[in-house]
């Protein structure tokens, strides 16, 4: 009996050893190419499928976790949202811009407000050289607001809001404010006459209507002289309780006044009235410096030979002083003013622009 038998068909060797036969064995065989390459596919599968798994599981909490409500206290959260507008490190802006964006921002706003100070440069010099000249106003005559019609105005002004002159004669503040600004408006006079040794101003005599330069833009001189007792050395006359109101007119450039009649005077007429006869009656005399009597009434007068007002330098308005000679007290005296003798002054009764009108009380 042999212990080995020839291989079969089934490509193998069965052993006999007498007790048995190796066919009942297992056979072992030679893994397949085919084999490895499944199981090497099925272990890629696998890992594919717990990565997708992973993945799922990952985005569905983090899902969720969004879904759930922030529960952090309103202040915290405010704060938190304004922090990331200043910086947020995710989208690297500041401010919600990012660099690109202010570089651009700025950009634009450098170039709009180059724009309008170049703007506002042209429209200067064209205004400051080509508009306005410093001798001449724009509008004049009849274009001018004013139309060739100057108003009548006092000094002082006790106060923009009102016209009333009130003081008490034994105290002397309280009419200092009344004094203060008619010397400081003196002063214009006399300084610059004092000081000014360049200016061609003339000697004018308004008695005889003589001019020292037959020159318009050689200015007159007004004498301080001319408004005596109402000056500095006396306080206007408010210690002894007849105060002095100086009058003139507004300058008009170009303005000339148009006398009415030559035969009644050469000057424009100024003279101060109550505005009801209690107020005549209570207003007592008044005094004017420089004066003309015209049949047996007194008159300020203001003579032509300043005008007209060329912007010249050196110019002053010619004053009227009107002094109060003893007015009754505790009362409420309404004065009003007027020009006489000359036709371009406006006499409507809307604008009432040559009479002035105000108050005087003395306690």
């Known amino acids: 009996m042999s212990f080995f038998r020839a291989p079969s068909e089934s490509k193998g060797f069965e052993l006999d050893d007498g007790a048995g036969s190796l066919d009942a064995q297992p056979r072992r ?3 397949s190419v085919t084999g490895a390459s499944s199981a ?3 272990s890629v599968a696998a890992r594919s499928h717990i990565t997708k798994a992973s993945r799922y599981t990952q985005q569905t909490f983090t899902n969720t976790a969004s879904e ?7 202040l915290v ?3 938190e949202a304004f922090l990331m507008y200043l910086y947020n490190p995710e989208s690297g802006t500041i401010l919600d811009r990012t660099l690109p964006q202010f570089f651009a921002l700025m950009l634009s706003y450098f170039i709009f ?6 703007l506002l440069i042209i429209s200067y010099v064209i205004f400051s050289f080509l508009v306005i000249n410093e001798d001449t106003p724009h509008l004049t005559g009849e274009q001018n607001v004013l139309r060739l019609s100057p108003a009548l105005a006092m000094r002082p002004v006790p106060d923009f809001m009102g016209t009333l002159i009130r003081f008490r004669q034994t105290r002397p503040e309280s009419y200092l404010i009344y004094t203060t600004h008619l010397q400081a408006y003196l002063d214009q006079y006399e300084l610059f006459y004092n000081t000014e040794r360049d200016v061609n101003i003339v000697d004018c005599n308004i008695e005889t209507q003589e001019r020292g330069s037959p020159d318009p833009n050689d200015p007159c001189r007004f004498e301080l002289s001319w408004l005596d007792p109402c000056s500095k050395q006396g306080f206007f006359g408010y210690p002894r309780g ?8 507004n300058r008009v450039f170009g303005w000339v006044p148009d006398i009415i009649s030559n035969s ?3 000057n424009m007429l100024v003279r101060c009235d109550g505005r009801t006869d209690t107020d005549r009656e209570n207003m007592g005399q008044i005094k004017y410096y420089p004066s003309e009597t015209i049949k047996g009434v007194e008159y300020g007068i203001m003579s032509p030979l300043f005008y007209p007002y060329l912007t010249q330098v050196g110019y002053r308005s010619p004053l009227v002083a009107a002094r109060f000679v003893s007015p009754k007290r505790n009362v409420v005296i309404m004065v009003e003013c007027r020009v006489y003798n000359v036709r371009n002054v406006r006499t409507t009764n809307d604008l009432r622009s ?10």
């Open 29 to 31: 065989t030679a893994p």
């Open 40 to 42: 090497a596919g099925g």
């Open 68 to 74: 759930l409500p922030d529960r952090r206290p309103a």
């Open 77 to 79: 959260r405010e704060a």
């Open 113 to 118: 407000y180059s724009l309008i100070i170049i």
């Open 242 to 249: 007849s105060p002095c109101v100086l009058l003139k007119l």
């Open 264 to 266: 009644t005077s050469y």
């Open 354 to 363: 040559d009479r002035l009108a105000f108050e005087l009380m003395i306690d």
